[in-house]
């Protein structure tokens, strides 16, 4: 499944996780420009710090994904604060075995939950290997990565994507997350290239993948939300953009291209 539940938070329970917290080191991350240090836990954005996801901040991504304009893109039921802590704990697995999963995002001011997004490594499996046709004819497209906890993984390429709380929608933050996923894939981790997918009808989603640069490559089909009207099914269509490595250099420029230029 190409959209996992990645559930939500509970007001108070974050407020108390939030006052135990401790001062967080970072880089900041200037997406128009540099690559990103590969050696501290936080990422800066000009609006959002970044912290990976683990089993401390399963109150925080409850709230997220418990959204009333976010749960129904990913199931027919709202998440439990306890699947929320599952989720977490696995997206912290993730993050001690492969170096890399999805981020909270915070206001760097505030430090208001602001939603969840970043980068995940694919699982091995049939529902991924549909993604193979869009990328090249490669031997690394098929590469499995080393460390095989807590689940087998591809190497050399990953899969990013974001969830907003309804407040904040339509202020570029997921663009803004986006942008620092995909730096963080090419600079730091060398990935060969970033996979986006999302259900057909998710015009929003679809419309920040092209703005940070990824390219419209086709459609696969999996377990999902197709819409409205035709509930969860198995063959639910999902829109995939793709960034090779070998354009990232042209997205980037583009992006920091004035807007009148």
Request: glycine fraction near 10%; charge should be positive.
């Amino acid at each position: 499944m190409f959209l996992p539940i990645e559930f939500t938070g509970w007001v108070v329970a974050r407020r108390e996780s939030q006052l135990r917290q401790p001062p967080r080191r970072g880089t900041l991350c200037r997406v128009e420009s540099t690559s990103l240090g590969a050696d501290s836990d936080s990422r800066f954005t000009a609006r959002l710090r970044l912290d990976p996801i683990g089993p401390a901040m399963a109150a925080d991504l409850w709230l997220v994904q418990g959204d009333d304009e976010v749960w129904p893109w990913y199931g027919t039921e709202k998440p439990s604060l306890e699947q929320a802590r599952q989720r977490a704990k696995l997206m912290g697995d993730a993050w001690r075995f492969h170096g890399v999963h999805k981020w909270m995002a915070y206001d760097r001011v505030s430090s208001e939950v602001v939603g969840r997004g970043g980068l995940s490594r694919p699982p091995v499996d049939d529902d991924w290997g549909q993604i193979d046709e869009f990328l090249p004819a490669e031997p690394w497209v098929r590469t499995a990565y080393e460390i095989r906890r807590p689940f087998i993984a591809h190497a050399n390429w990953l899969e990013i994507g974001w969830a907003l709380r309804r407040k904040f929608w339509g202020r570029g933050y997921a663009a803004e997350i986006g942008r620092a996923g995909l730096a963080f894939a090419f600079d730091v981790l060398q990935a060969q290239a970033v996979v986006s997918c999302t259900v057909r009808h998710n015009l929003r989603s679809r419309a920040v993948m092209e703005r940070i640069g990824m390219q419209y490559a086709g459609e696969i089909r999996s377990r999902g939300m197709a819409g409205a009207a035709g509930g969860e099914r198995d063959d639910a269509p999902f829109a995939v953009c793709v960034l090779l490595r070998s354009d990232w250099g042209g997205a980037a420029a583009r992006r920091r291209r004035p807007i009148n230029g």
